[in-house]
């Protein structure tokens, strides 16, 4: 059971980028996955998490309107696609899948999601 967590970069304020969290071993639309950051010398924070129903929930007010997760069940991926991107965004991006499998649930707590993926680094910087 593995998730892959890419499409990190180097993005100037006001640009964009798509991040993708790809799983293997294991099908991701049975799951509430979340998109969690950690920034230089802080903690953790949640992003946006979106329920294996599809209910989509955004976990830090500074985000909202511009950032948007969704899932491509296909593709077996969750995306999240970032627009008019801020310095502060600047952080290392982690994708996260709860395995217990409650029906349409939204999971916020990051102690509640038990798969993990390494990270991928988002810069923000002119």
């Known amino acids: 059971v593995q998730l892959q967590a890419s499409g990190g970069g180097l993005v100037q304020p006001g640009g964009s980028l798509r991040l993708s969290c790809t799983a293997s071993?294991?099908?991701?639309?049975?799951?509430?996955i979340g998109w969690f950051r950690q920034a230089p010398g802080k903690e953790r924070e949640g992003v946006s998490c979106i329920t294996n129903g599809d209910t989509t929930y955004t976990m830090v007010d500074s985000v909202k309107g511009r950032f948007t997760i969704s899932r491509d069940n296909a593709k077996n991926t969750v995306y999240l696609q970032m627009n008019n991107e801020k310095p502060e965004d600047t952080a290392v991006y982690y994708c996260?899948?709860?395995?217990?499998?409650?029906?349409?649930?939204?999971?916020?707590?990051?102690?509640?999601?038990?798969?993990w993926g390494q990270g991928t680094l988002v810069t923000v910087s002119s």
């Open positions: 996260a899948a709860d395995p217990t499998l409650r029906h349409d649930t939204v999971v916020v707590n990051a102690s509640e999601y038990d798969y």
């Open positions: 071993g294991f099908t991701l639309d049975y799951y509430a």
